[in-house]
């Protein structure tokens, strides 16, 4: 099919996901005000070339899972499935955005041009080739690619890693699991469809639902301890932000329904994003 060079960058915009780049890149931020400096030209690397290869990497996945994508109905529109942009093409760009974005990565340093390459290949290779349809812990060794946008950034300033970084990374690392569980168990119908077995496809769902929290409360305390780094107000928000998680998280044991997910997912995103800006915010009163 022959589309104009605007609908393809509109095709391709949708199919890098920015409704989950912002938070990718809110974790490199938090990770680059961890640090103890802040060098400017490097962050704009990390936060340019980590843009790139992430959305390169959802290009990828969208270009490898056409046929699973087709029969769930939340993904049935993508510009993949409808026929806009090719297999080959979107395995092709994708590819090509993920190496552009290393290579953007290595103005900062080596270190984070790595991690930035480590998370599109976990995202790539070890979640969507080889966990994602065979293992129902997929996502769990999967949200390693979140971590790495986090190390991206931090190692962006630093050109290494330290405790902070670490805690952060596991923060986010555990963060995952309570994010797409609660959506997988909203969409359950159609991971199954698709043959994909996630945990709430394949376990009950009050199961899932007790994961979902237990995952949330061993997230919790890397979220708080990050206030030895940050300090008070970091504690203060940290701790009142994990209050009402898991006050969600319960709710969603109590009562494990498809509606209820959806809550617990539509809480997730906030609860990081308000974590990672206190994060940035409270760091960058401290730098001034
Ligand atoms: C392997 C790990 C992960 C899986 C399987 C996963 C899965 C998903 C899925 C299926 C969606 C809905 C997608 C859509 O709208 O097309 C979603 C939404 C989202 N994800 Fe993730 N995700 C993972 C990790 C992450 C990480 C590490 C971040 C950022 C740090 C993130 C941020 C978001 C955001 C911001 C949304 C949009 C939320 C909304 O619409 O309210 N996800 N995720
Ligand atoms: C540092 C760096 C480059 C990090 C990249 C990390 C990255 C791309 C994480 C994405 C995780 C994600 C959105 C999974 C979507 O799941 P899915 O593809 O199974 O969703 P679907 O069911 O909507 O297809």
Redesign the pocket.
């Given at each position: 099919m022959a589309l104009s060079i605007p609908s393809k960058l509109i095709y391709y915009t949708k199919l890098s996901?920015p409704?989950?780049i912002?938070?990718?890149d809110?974790?490199a931020l938090g990770g680059a005000f961890l640090a103890s400096k802040i060098i400017l030209v490097n962050l704009l690397a990390v936060l340019i070339g980590g843009t790139l290869a992430s959305g390169g990497s959802m290009i990828i996945n969208e270009g490898i899972e056409i046929n699973k994508d087709k029969v769930m109905k939340?993904?049935s529109h993508r510009p993949t499935v409808m026929g806009y942009v090719s297999k080959k093409e979107a395995i092709v760009v994708g590819t090509f955005l993920l190496i552009l974005g290393t290579l953007i990565g290595l103005i900062a340093n080596p270190l984070s041009s790595m991690f930035i390459l480590l998370g599109g290949l976990i995202?790539v290779l070890v979640?969507t080739i080889w966990l994602?349809p065979r293992s129902p812990l997929?996502?769990v060794i999967?949200?390693f690619?979140?971590?790495a946008?986090a190390w991206a950034g931090f190692a962006a300033m630093t050109g290494k890693l330290d405790l902070a970084a670490f805690l952060l990374g596991f923060l986010?690392f555990m963060?995952?699991p309570g994010?797409?569980w609660s959506?997988?168990l909203r969409f359950k119908e159609d991971y199954d469809r698709a043959g994909i077995p996630m945990l709430p496809v394949i376990m009950p769902e009050n199961f899932s639902a007790r994961m979902i929290a237990i995952s949330n409360a061993l997230m919790i305390p890397f979220a708080i301890s990050l206030y030895l780094f940050v300090g008070i107000p970091y504690l203060i928000v940290s701790v009142a932000m994990s209050i009402l998680l898991m006050y969600f998280s319960i709710r969603l044991l109590k009562n494990p329904t498809g509606e209820e997910a959806w809550t617990s997912?539509?809480v997730?995103?906030p609860y990081?994003?308000i974590i990672l800006l206190s994060i940035i915010i409270i760091r960058l009163i401290t730098f001034i």
């Open positions: 996901k409704r989950i912002w938070l990718l809110l974790a939340r993904t995202y979640y994602k997929n996502i999967g949200g690619a979140g971590s946008a986010i963060w995952t994010h797409f959506l997988a997912f539509k997730s995103a990081l994003a």
